[in-house]
């Protein structure tokens, strides 16, 4: 069974940093894009930061010049530096995942269970 785990949310003060990993194990063909996505209380789940297996990344404007999205295809990992951080950054992160279980299987969405990032102020 393919599976997301996540790890690196906790607490912390404004203006501080965390790292998020998010790495993918199990039997799979290959892993096309991975990303991170936030959802906080009473909103909707947004996009955070994406990458694909080509390098190319993509932010939310809101975290643009504070985050930075970085993956190793040899670990199948993807990792979320987070600095400069607000109280408004405060959520549940989620990682997710593109993948194909076989070479002519049909590309499948996997989610991370999800890890609480608290900001104070």
């Known amino acids: 069974q393919v599976q997301l785990v996540e790890s690196g949310g906790g607490l912390v003060q404004a203006g501080g940093s965390l790292r998020l990993s998010c790495a993918a194990s199990g039997i799979f063909f290959s892993i096309n894009a991975m990303g991170w996505y936030r959802q906080a209380p009473g909103k909707q789940r947004e996009l955070v930061a994406a990458?694909?297996?080509?390098?190319?990344?993509n932010y939310a404007d809101s975290v643009k010049g504070r985050f930075t999205i970085s993956r190793d295809n040899a670990k199948n990992t993807v990792y979320l530096q987070m600095n400069s951080l607000k109280p408004e950054d405060t959520a549940v992160y989620y990682c997710?995942?593109?993948?194909?279980?076989?070479?002519?299987?049909?590309?499948?969405?996997?989610w991370g269970q999800g890890t609480q990032v608290t900001v104070s102020s």
């Open positions: 997710k995942t593109d993948f194909y279980r076989g070479a002519w299987y049909p590309i499948e969405v996997l």
């Open positions: 990458t694909t297996s080509g390098g190319s990344t």
